[in-house]
């Protein structure tokens, strides 16, 4: 397993932007898919955002194509998320996971279950 810390959460305005980071710990990062979850009150945990573990595939929530963007870099064991144009509802706590599960080169995980090391979470407030 990996150790993760992420950081980049904060309150702002909608259509603001925000860049969250994940720090991850250990030489074995790269063999990782990497995931964005967030939850928000009184809902379930989703994935928001995921990338392989070469960077080949991706995977968006609907309802954030066009507005996020994950990435990573495998030479600073970290991954990213960029957030633009946000809006009330993207209001939750985001976390950072990583997947030991063998999903290939273009198939990143989206299923919580897949995802066995997660960071503290960070909490985004987008207010209107």
């Known amino acids: 397993q990996v150790q993760l810390v992420e950081s980049g959460g904060g309150l702002v305005l909608a259509e603001g932007s925000l860049r969250l980071s994940c720090a991850a710990s250990?030489?074995?990062?790269?063999?990782?898919?990497m995931a964005w979850f967030r939850q928000a009150p009184g809902k379930e945990r989703e994935c928001v955002a995921a990338?392989?573990?070469?960077?080949?595939?991706?995977y968006y929530v609907d309802s954030v194509k066009g507005r996020f963007t994950i990435s990573r870099d495998n030479a600073k064991n970290t991954v990213t998320l960029q957030m633009n144009s946000l809006k009330p509802e993207d209001t939750a706590v985001y976390y950072c996971?990583?997947?030991?599960?063998?999903?290939?080169?273009?198939?990143?995980?989206?299923?919580?279950?897949?995802?066995?090391?997660w960071g503290q979470g960070t909490q985004v407030t987008v207010s209107s």
């Open positions: 250990g030489r074995t990062f790269s063999r990782y898919a």
């Open positions: 990338i392989t573990w070469n960077g080949g595939g991706t």
């Open positions: 996971a990583a997947s030991g599960v063998n999903s290939g080169r273009y198939f990143a995980p989206r299923a919580a279950y897949d995802y066995g090391s």
